[in-house]
């Protein structure tokens, strides 16, 4: 009696033992391979390689991966059953063929937890590598798209110097002498009308090459055009606030990206405000942090509303195109620009970009 009692607790405490054994595999794998990543997955499954040869009481083990046949199946989770490789124990077959059920059952779900590491960290890799291509095409399209938007300020400059030293000179050179002509001789009906055409003719031309490639902004900068374009409404009866803080030139490219979202912007306010309004301009700059933005804000008739405007949509009819123009300026230099409305009526516009910021 006391001999069987003595070998009942002697077989409790080696199941007990083989039960701590599979806890302590299971457990030490299983957290070596959840924190698995690509650089160490490769050294983490030798090492539960070595633990399941151990466990098993054979010489070795390795995990293979692709198609080979012999050895524990690792499926992948999911309802494909994806074979992603073999656990195989080599060595001692007399002792791999004495693993109990239990043991065979706690290889088992090791080569679960294995497959399951090799499946996540293939994904998290796919996953990256997709990342990685679609960082490198919207580099790419930036690029493009700066490349586009230069060219046709390139070609926008060369058509507002070919306007400036052509025909505007032809056209000022004939107000002058229709002048010249109507104060020589008798006030000539004619002459007057045509003096007042060809006078007409030379402001039209102005505006379209002031709209082309302003001069202020080569010359002086952002700043003093968009301090031009502010005084352009005043005169048109709008009460316009304008303040700027930070340096006076900005960087070439954030001139132009900036100059043109102002221009957009300053469009909009004539064509959907509704008549004179007050308006708010702000030009911030700071050199040392990079940071650039642009506020142009109206307290017009547009429809109300109170808060950031959707991307895809626009508070006006008909700004669609604008505004698509004003964020594909601002992405094209790495910008943002944010649209919202005001709730008794009213559009404003703010462009933001920072130089080497991700």
């Avoid at 109990?100 to 890799?125: C, M």
């Avoid at 493009?144 to 070919?162: C, K, T």
């Avoid at 004539?270 to 933005?293: F, I, M, S, T």
Wanted: glycine letters at 10%.
């Amino acid at each position: 009696m006391q001999t069987d009692s003595v070998s009942a607790l002697r077989d409790l405490y080696r199941a007990s033992e083989a039960r701590a054994a599979r806890l302590r595999l299971l457990m030490e794998a299983g957290r070596d391979l959840a924190q698995a990543d690509a650089a160490s997955l490769e050294s983490t499954l030798a090492q539960s390689a070595r633990r399941a040869a151990l466990f098993a009481g054979c010489q070795e083990g390795v995990v293979i991966l692709g198609e080979a046949e012999e050895g524990l199946p690792l499926i992948a989770p999911g309802p494909e059953n994806r074979r992603v490789g073999v656990l195989r124990l080599t060595g001692d077959s007399a002792a791999a063929d004495q693993v109990d059920p239990e043991d065979r059952g706690a290889l088992t779900l090791l080569a679960q937890l294995i497959a399951a590491a090799i499946d996540r960290v293939a994904q998290d890799q796919a996953r990256e590598d997709l990342l990685h291509m679609l960082r490198e095409r919207e580099r790419r399209l930036e690029h493009v798209v700066g490349r586009l938007f230069s060219a046709q300020e390139e070609e926008r400059r060369r058509v507002s110097h070919d306007l400036h030293d052509g025909v505007a000179q032809t056209a000022t050179a004939l107000f002058r002498r229709l002048e010249a002509g109507r104060a020589d001789g008798t006030p000539d009906p004619a002459s007057a009308e045509l003096a007042a055409i060809a006078k007409s003719l030379v402001q039209e031309l102005r505006r379209v090459i002031g709209g082309l490639r302003p001069t202020a902004l080569d010359d002086l900068g952002l700043c003093a055009a968009v301090s031009a374009m502010a005084e352009t409404l005043r005169r048109d009866g709008y009460e316009v606030s304008f303040t700027m803080e930070g340096p006076e030139r900005w960087p070439p490219v954030m001139e132009t990206a900036f100059f043109r979202v102002a221009q957009e912007a300053f469009a909009n306010i004539r064509k959907h405000a509704g008549g004179p309004c007050l308006v708010d301009v702000r030009l911030l700059g700071n050199l040392e942090r990079q940071h650039w933005e642009l506020l142009v804000s109206d307290r017009g008739g547009g429809p109300a509303r109170d808060g950031p405007l959707e991307a895809e949509r626009s508070p006006r009819e008909g700004e669609h195109i604008g505004l698509a123009v004003m964020r594909e300026r601002m992405a094209a230099i790495g910008g943002r620009l944010e649209l919202s409305g005001r709730r008794r009526g009213g559009f404003e516009v703010r462009a933001i970009a920072v130089l080497g910021a991700q």
